[in-house]
């Protein structure tokens, strides 16, 4: 109402004056000055003019506008989604730490000299300073995809929900659970120490985080509870995700049981991961046969998640120079494969001119150093497997593995299975064969150097040096980052 | 939460009325003095009315000013008697007045040498005389800015004003003159330090190459709060105020053309320390070969000669051909390559053509110029065009219309290769002994993959892969414009004797496109093709040219500004000037998708995009990859500002001056709490100017004046929000919209204020035997507060990598003084002129809250500057102790808790942060010019020296196990390093090592034995001029030739580096530069 009647008056001013200054002649100026009563009137006409002025630009509304297009402030659901769809979450899931440390790959001395990347030459030969200061993704990006999690399941809440949305909402909020309770699992893998049954309640598990608020100050949780909100966090999302995924960068029903079972797996509970993995499979459980893979093709398997039957959960580590250009696969993992039948030797491995053995048989369908470390169904039947023999239901585990093997022997060869008693370990190789580069062996060798009878030592040699890992050092738990020590309440791991 | 809005909005309001009432009270409370004398002064140069004209009588302390149209009313006790007119660049002029009805007129004349200052201040809102004005300003003229013939206007402001900062720490010296620019220090951490830049009124939007140094009238620098706090919210940093040049009312035609051509010398390719001669390398090469620390890969560039020795070693060559080839490469150095073939003298010409005029009811100026330059690197070039109009009419008595704007138009073409972009993949920079052309033609070096497995290309069936740079100059054609355009209508209207309404709006409109055209035959497609041809042989990407746009960008900025002001003189002894206003303006950024066209017919202008863009093709010779495509990716940012705004100058008797300004900003911050959108920002002043007191009245002192301000201005950030929010993307994986969070969000986010106490002294001294002083002399103290600073946290937060937290807790103090002297000599036909320039700026943080439990490292690796420490400066640079080297194996000897130890892991990472030596800071504490010039009849010959100081930097070298690293880590200090023992009492540079470990590197790179005081003193400049005039006056003009760079005459440091910028690539060359002026 009153920036009309401003706009109104502004008009008339402006005729005024021009009517009123037209008809004045030059010399009339002097007259004018004197005249007090014009004068007031165009006082009264000025501060009418002003105010209209002011009005026109108090418009509250003039500032509402938002500043960059593509940047807003999350209220949607769909805005939500799209935070879950965000790469962090698949992929920056970095297993580098471990792939570092386990038995996959060797580096000649040369190749380590050229490594500037201080956690990659030291953590090669487990030093005690891995960091050297440096941040290292394997915890960073981590933590941040929980925030991530956080910030959306938080949201989620204050978001007034319609029912036409519930659908969504449930995927949002399932996924959130998920890829927090997978960032907690593979935070534990590397930084808390390895699950014993025994100790778990007092052993130095993670940080939990359920909370957005960045400042509240970190301190680490006791195995146990790190498991217990692993758990429940799968657990809930469990009832809120389709049992497939649509595009296998999403998760689903199908992931949450495959993670169960790895996890129950690890914590020893076989007849638990049975379970899950039998869920799982019950879901999603189609095997890539390798007879119909070209060991010609320079990348023999599919780029697209949804062209490899095997993907349930697709994600991948990010870039690591030294998994690039420096390693070459151990010549120990090159000899547990059967040379005539196995098909994995030639469809996962290449030699270089230089003489380097590389792995090119990601299910990334991407050289580059990156690697698929996702959920995957040849896991889920090793899991299966494993689980059977241990319970002792080993013909059982005899069906499900040439089951499987079915799918990576030449088909023209029959398959012969190991005598009794020979049959855990058979699965235990066939794992190392199936899961190059997967962050699945240094999960393993904690698991298993808790086993007598499985323990090995891993050895390196550099510059005529040999450095060794011995079955349950303190060494297969990596140091906390510097930075994570120094602003928070985080113990650090003994070295 | 909108009433709270509203409240604080009408409290402005009110406040401004209240200001603008008093103002009208005082002009209605004084009545008309009764024996009185009229009158009106004008130019004689261009017949404008001359505000701010000294009027006094003479023999008695009556005294008045004249107003803006040039009028003067002065109380007179007798009816006869002499006045006296007096205005700085003009002759003082006595003109005895016998009619006291009569309207006195009286003219001018220029001083024929306008030595002193100019005096009219202008602000961007409006113009004071500078004896008015109680802020800090400086005001450079045309003739000043005429002294340098660079083309960006900023750097010819460099050595004209005190407390003005080039600072070329960063500098490489390789494209483009990278200088960061402060006015007075810094006011900030984290935000932007940069002044804020206003031409013709509005703050500028556009390309600062894109406005011409030739059309500039005058350049008005703002330093203190008074003068600053008037443009508000992003005023922190100082405010330089650009007029461009008018033409005026009454005035002859004039002409003026200028020509200037600029020569600047070849770059030294030598001047890097970084490569050693290639009979090192090579040697050096030999070593690491044998010790096994190359692999083979297809993918992986390794050095041309490693390569070399891998096909001796598979034997596929000799040795013959081997020791042939080790025997050419010894004698071959890619620094005497680059010279030849790489780089060449630059050039720059400058055509400027100026029409000015006027009559009595209309003036213009018009001018266009014309720029062309071949930049030191070959292919290098670039060519601008500026039109500037100016159309300014008298509509009717007091009613006054100004057209102006301007159009400016930048080519420039980006096909040089340059050393450093010669890099090789895999080895980063290229190899010192490598050739770029021998007699037979160009020559192919190693680029991105295998030297072997490129040279087998063919034979497998791929194209041509070699990459030869000389040839590639040839093949590509990158071209980028730069367009900008301006048009600002400006109504004025002067009404009531004393009031007056001003009525401005200004278009911007700044367009950055660009176009990359790559030849059929250039590398860049062979190597697309090959990459993408698949095992059996098709190609995916087709043989032909490709033809990229580049994403254009456009900023287009609107903005509208109402005035009112009241300017009124009563009883001639007070003057009071008020305005208030208000404005808004709008910035939209937009920027338009980049778009790929393979195998493009130039002849036809058709080409293909068909290709599926989200399929992922193995490449060759490892990995995989799309198409790069289309970014379909668009962006738009809009800025939205509103200002309210007031300014208040009181002045008694010419004697006593009071300033006041007062002013509310607001903007569409995003995800600001609306009450938080705005932010009130003031100052006051006053000044004395004591040469009016009668107890001056005889004295030497022609100017004395005493200054003081205190005022509040701000900064501004819009990276930083009180919610949450994410940025919104493309996922390229799933093709999904992506969301990543951009902020956290800090409810309790503030505008950053910076307080500004400025103290300050104007003095001019007339010496007698024509020696005249004058100048100012400034302290002032800057406080930084609410500062928004990064948050170190803990990266368990989820803050790390790119999402990082800022919050206000910082707070600054700048602290520093400001002198500017110049002193004048004649002797008769000798005219000797000397302007010393000195400031001195130390800043402090005061305030820092964030845990500084970082570790040593942080602090020596910190990028640019180091993390920011409560009661240190921000540009401070810290090192670790030297003790020398050890006798035994040439590494540094340090001590871990008062033991020598080796464990320099243990050393570098747990070093105390306590025990960091506090070694400087980076950025100059001192800083100075002396200009100086000595005329004789119309010859000038000038120069100016230059001095810096208080300063350190940080000086590369050999590091022990660099070459383990790349080529990139050769340093000429390989030489001195430490040989056998006894070495370590001659040299500092530490053994080679067999491997490289970055703790030990860095316990010597960050050493305080690295680090060198920087003081230098450097001769800047010589000028020499004539002044012609021909035809009796008619034809008049200027021919001067002027030598820049002319080197460094003294500097503290030993060491080679010039200490302004130690990292650069070469030295700044030398320029010389001839121009002519001619006018008529």
Redesign the interface.
């Known amino acids: 109402m009153l920036s009309i009647a401003g706009q109104e008056n502004l008009t008339s001013t402006f005729r005024f004056?021009f009517s009123y200054?037209?008809n004045?002649r030059?010399n009339d100026?002097d007259i004018?000055?004197n005249h007090r009563t014009s004068?007031y009137i165009?006082?009264k006409k000025?501060a009418y003019?002003?105010a209209s002025?002011?009005l026109l630009?108090?418009n509250?509304k003039?500032?509402?506008?938002?500043?960059?297009?593509?940047?807003?402030?999350?209220n949607t659901v769909e805005?939500l989604q799209?935070?879950m769809?965000?790469?962090i979450m698949?992929?920056g899931v970095c297993t580098e730490l471990g792939t570092i440390g386990s038995d996959e790959f060797t580096v000649?001395?040369?190749?380590l000299?050229?490594l500037?990347v201080?956690w990659q030459r030291n953590g090669y030969i487990w030093a005690d300073?891995v960091y050297?200061?440096q941040?290292i993704a394997d915890?960073?990006?981590a933590?941040?995809?929980?925030?991530?999690c956080?910030?959306a399941l938080e949201?989620l809440d204050k978001i007034n929900i319609g029912k036409q949305d519930s659908e969504l909402v449930n995927r949002v909020r399932g996924n959130a659970l998920f890829y927090r309770a997978y960032s907690h699992y593979l935070l534990q893998q590397a930084f808390g120490k390895p699950y014993s049954k025994d100790s778990a309640p007092q052993d130095l598990g993670i940080?939990l985080?359920l909370e957005?608020d960045?400042?509240?100050?970190?301190k680490r949780s006791t195995v146990e509870e790190t498991y217990k909100a692993i758990l429940a966090d799968l657990h809930g999302a469990l009832e809120l995700l389709p049992l497939k995924s649509d595009?296998r960068?999403t998760a689903s029903k199908s992931a949450v049981f495959a993670l169960f079972a790895k996890i129950y797996l690890e914590m020893g509970d076989y007849q638990g991961a049975l379970q899950s993995a039998e869920k799982c499979l019950d879901i999603h459980g189609d095997l890539l046969d390798f007879n119909t893979i070209s060991p010609?093709?320079?990348?023999p398997f599919p780029?697209?998640p949804l062209e490899n039957p095997e993907i349930i959960y697709y994600a991948s580590m990010m870039p690591s120079a030294v998994l690039t250009?420096?390693y070459s696969i151990s010549e120990e993992l090159l000899e547990l494969y059967d040379k005539e039948n196995d098909l994995r030797k030639d469809i996962y491995f290449m030699t270089?001119?230089?003489g380097?053995t590389i792995f090119r048989g990601s299910y990334l369908?991407?050289?580059?150093g990156v690697y698929f470390v996702g959920l995957a169904t040849d896991e889920i039947y090793l899991i299966q497997a494993e689980c059977l023999a241990r319970l002792g239901r080993d013909s059982d585990a005899r069906a499900v593995l040439s089951d499987f093997l079915r799918n990576r022997i030449k088909s023209e060869v029959s398959i012969r299975l190991p005598e009794e008693g020979e049959l855990l370990s058979f699965i235990l190789g066939e794992r190392r064969r199936e899961l190059i580069f997967r962050g699945t062996r240094w999960t393993d060798l904690r698991r298993l150097n808790q086993e007598q009878r499985h323990n090995k030592v891993l050895k390196r040699e550099v510059e005529g040096t040999v450095y060794t890992l011995e079955p349950n050092s303190k060494k297969y738990t990596w140091p906390i980052?510097?930075?994570?020590v120094?602003?928070?309440d985080?113990v650090q791991n003994e070295r | 939460m909108k009433k709270i809005y509203s409240e604080k909005i009408s409290k402005s309001i009110l406040l401004l009325f209240v200001q603008l009432f008093v103002s009208v009270l005082f002009s209605l409370a004084f009545a008309q003095p009764k024996r009185i004398l009229h009158g009106e002064v004008r130019s004689v140069a261009n017949g404008s009315h001359m505000a701010g004209v000294s009027v006094a009588v003479k023999g008695t302390v009556l005294n008045t000013l004249t107003d803006r149209e040039g009028r003067f009313s002065i109380l007179v006790e007798q009816e006869k008697g002499t006045l006296l007119f007096s205005h700085v660049g003009y002759v003082t002029k006595e003109v005895n007045y016998e009619d006291l009805s009569r309207v006195l007129e009286v003219s001018m004349e220029y001083a024929e040498s306008a030595l002193e200052e100019v005096e009219v201040v202008s602000t961007g809102y409006f113009q004071i005389p500078k004896e008015r004005a109680t802020g800090a300003f400086s005001v450079l003229n045309a003739d000043l800015l005429d002294r340098s013939p660079s083309m960006n206007i900023l750097e010819r402001m460099e050595g004209l004003t005190s407390s003005l900062q080039f600072n070329r720490k960063d500098a490489t010296n390789e494209r483009r003159t990278e200088s960061e620019i402060r006015i007075r220090g810094v006011s900030s951490i984290n935000s932007d330090t940069s002044p804020l830049i206003i031409l013709d009124e509005f703050p500028y939007e556009g390309d600062i190459t894109s406005i011409n140094p030739e059309n500039i009238e005058s350049i008005t620098i703002l330093k203190d709060a008074a003068a600053s706090s008037i443009w508000g919210a992003r005023a922190g940093n100082g405010v330089i105020v650009i007029t461009t040049k008018k033409g005026s009312f009454n005035s002859k035609q004039k002409i003026n053309y200028e020509s200037r051509f600029l020569f600047i010398n070849k770059p030294d390719m030598y001047y890097d320390k970084q490569r050693l001669p290639s009979q090192t390398v090579l040697e050096i090469e030999d070593r690491l070969f044998d010790q096994k620390i190359h692999t083979k890969q297809d993918r992986l560039a390794l050095p041309y000669y490693v390569d070399l020795k891998f096909q001796l070693q598979d034997g596929l060559i000799t040795k013959d051909e081997f020791d042939r080839e080790r025997l050419r490469l010894e004698n071959i150095d890619v620094r005497d390559e680059a010279n030849r073939y790489l780089y060449r003298n630059g050039v720059q010409y400058l055509n400027n053509l100026g029409f000015s005029g006027g009559s009595s009811t209309h003036r213009y100026n018009v001018n266009i110029s014309h720029s062309k330059e071949k930049r030191a690197i070959i292919g290098d070039d670039n060519d601008r065009i500026v039109l500037d109009f100016s159309n300014g009419f008298n509509l009717w008595k007091g009613a006054g219309l100004q057209l102006s704007g301007g159009y400016s138009q930048q080519k420039k073409s980006g096909n040089g290769v340059s050393l450093s972009e010669l890099t090789t993949g895999g080895i980063g920079v290229v190899s010192t002994y490598t050739q770029l052309k021998n007699e037979v033609g160009y020559l192919p070096i190693v680029r991105d993959y295998n030297w072997t497995y490129v040279n087998s290309a063919e034979s497998n069936g791929l194209m041509d892969w070699r990459y030869y740079p000389l040839a590639e100059r040839e093949l590509i054609d990158k071209t980028s414009q730069i367009n900008y355009l301006r048009f600002s209508p400006q109504f004025t209207y002067d009404f009531l004797k004393d009031w007056h309404v001003r009525i401005n709006y200004q278009y911007q409109q700044s367009t950055n496109s660009g176009i990359n055209h790559y030849g059929k035959d250039s590398y860049y497609v062979r190597n697309m093709v090959n990459r993408f041809t698949q095992q059996d042989g098709t190609r995916i990407i087709p043989h032909g040219d490709i033809l990229n746009y580049a994403m254009r960008g456009q900023q287009k900025t609107q903005a509208l500004r109402f005035q009112l002001g009241y300017n009124t003189v009563w009883k001639d002894k007070h003057q009071l000037n008020a305005l208030m206003g208000t404005e808004r303006r709008e910035g939209i950024f937009e920027n338009e998708p980049s778009i790929w066209v393979y195998d493009y017919d130039p002849d036809l202008r058709l080409g293909t995009a068909q290709f599926d863009f989200t399929k992922y093709y193995p490449n060759r010779p490892a990995g995989g990859g799309r198409v790069p495509g289309d970014n379909l990716g668009t962006q738009k940012n809009v800025d939205r500002d509103i200002s309210y705004y007031s300014n208040l100058s009181y002045s008694y008797d010419g004697r006593f001056v009071l300033t006041n300004s007062l002013r509310w900003d607001a903007s569409n911050l995003f995800g600001v709490k609306t009450n938080q959108k705005g932010v009130p920002l003031w100052s006051i002043g006053g000044a004395w100017n004591m040469d009016r007191e009668l107890f001056l009245a005889e004295s030497i002192f022609s100017r004395l004046k005493l200054r003081a301000t205190y005022g509040v201005s701000g900064n501004v950030n819009k990276n930083v929000s009180a919610y949450p929010t994410v940025s919104y993307g493309t996922n390229v994986e799933t093709n999904l919209p992506m969301a990543a969070l951009s902020s956290v969000g800090n409810p309790s986010l503030r505008w950053e204020k910076v307080k500004t106490t400025n103290l300050g002294l104007d003095l001019g001294l007339d010496l007698g035997l024509g020696q005249k002083l004058h100048g100012s002399v400034d302290y002032y103290i800057k406080k930084g507060e609410d500062l928004l600073g990064l948050d170190y946290m803990d990266p368990t937060s989820g803050i790390s990598g790119a999402l990082r937290q800022m919050v206000n807790y910082a707070n600054i103090e700048t602290k520093g003084l400001d002198v500017d002297l110049t002193f004048h000599k004649n002797f008769s036909n000798l005219k000797w002129t000397t302007n010393v320039l000195g400031s001195i700026v130390n800043n402090r943080i005061t305030h820092y809250s964030t845990n500084d439990n970082l570790k040593a490292t942080a602090y020596l690796l910190g990028v640019g500057t180091a993390p920011p420490k409560s009661d240190k400066p921000v540009d401070i640079l810290y090192a670790l102790p030297w003790r020398g080297l050890s006798p035994e194996n040439g590494l540094p000897l340090v001590l871990i808790d008062g033991e020598q130890s080796s464990d320099y892991n243990n050393y570098v990472n747990n070093f105390p942060v306590d025990d960091l030596i506090d070694v400087g800071v980076t950025v100059p504490r001192y800083h100075g010019f002396l200009r100086t010039s000595i005329a004789w009849k119309s010859l000038e010959i000038g120069g100016m020296v230059s001095w810096k100081g208080g300063y350190k930097y940080r000086k590369n070298s050999m590091m022990p196990g660099g070459e383990y690293q790349g080529n990139g880590q050769h340093h000429m200090d390989y030489f001195k390093r430490w040989e056998k023992p006894g070495d370590e009492k001659n040299t500092f540079v530490p053994a080679v090592t067999d491997k490289y470990s970055s703790p030990l590197a860095n316990a010597y790179r960050y050493a305080e034995v690295l680090v060198e005081p920087a003081t230098n003193i450097r001769w800047e400049d010589l000028i020499l001029s004539y002044n012609y005039s021909i035809l009796s006056n008619k034809l008049r003009g200027k021919v001067g030739f002027m030598v820049r760079n002319l080197g460094i005459i003294w500097k503290q440091s030993k060491s080679d580096e010039d200490p302004d910028q130690p990292y650069a690539i070469y030295s700044r060359p030398r320029e010389f530069n001839i121009n002519i002026q001619i006018q008529f």
């Open positions: 004056n200054w037209n004045i030059e100026m004018l000055y004068n165009h006082m000025i003019f002003f002025l002011l630009a108090c509250d003039f500032l509402d506008i938002k500043s960059e297009s593509n940047l807003v402030i999350p805005d799209a935070m769809n965000h790469h698949f992929n000649s001395d040369g190749g000299k050229s500037s201080p300073d050297e200061g941040p915890w960073n990006n933590y941040q995809r929980i925030l991530y956080n910030i949201r940080s985080k957005s960045v400042t509240l100050r970190s595009n960068y010609e093709l320079l990348i780029r697209k250009t420096a270089e001119s230089g380097r369908g991407l050289g580059n980052p510097d930075a994570a120094q602003f928070s985080i």
